[in-house]
């Protein structure tokens, strides 16, 4: 998995986010800081809900990201994802080194294929 088409810095624009989530069609984005810490998740669902609330397409995605996003460290066992992915609102889960550093991603699909 490419991580960089996953992965947006948080003062980014809700277009230039837009075109990351169409690029890696999977409907959704890691939010990093400058120093490629993890600080967030944003959905196309959260884009979607920003242009109701009348944000444009250049406002930030500081408006709109979700910043309480569930996530697993990289040392942690497998079967944590599986009950976390019963939450049927889980749709993906940022996997993160003890620094807080995305190294990967897991979605409900590729669980699926796992077990």
Do not use: W
């Amino acid at each position: 998995m490419q991580l960089d088409l996953f992965m947006i810095v948080e003062h980014e624009t809700i277009i230039k986010a837009l075109t990351k989530i169409d690029q890696n069609r999977k409907g959704f984005l890691v939010v990093v800081d400058p120093n490629q810490i993890v600080v967030g998740t944003l959905t196309d669902g959260d884009i979607r809900r920003a242009f109701i609330a009348g944000h444009p397409v250049h406002a930030l995605i500081t408006e709109c990201f979700n910043r309480s996003y569930t996530k697993i460290a990289e040392d942690e066992d497998i079967s944590i994802s599986v009950e976390l992915f019963k939450n049927g609102k889980i749709k993906f889960l940022p996997i993160l080194d003890r620094q807080g550093r995305l190294t990967n991603i897991i979605t409900r699909n590729n669980l699926q294929t796992l077990l």
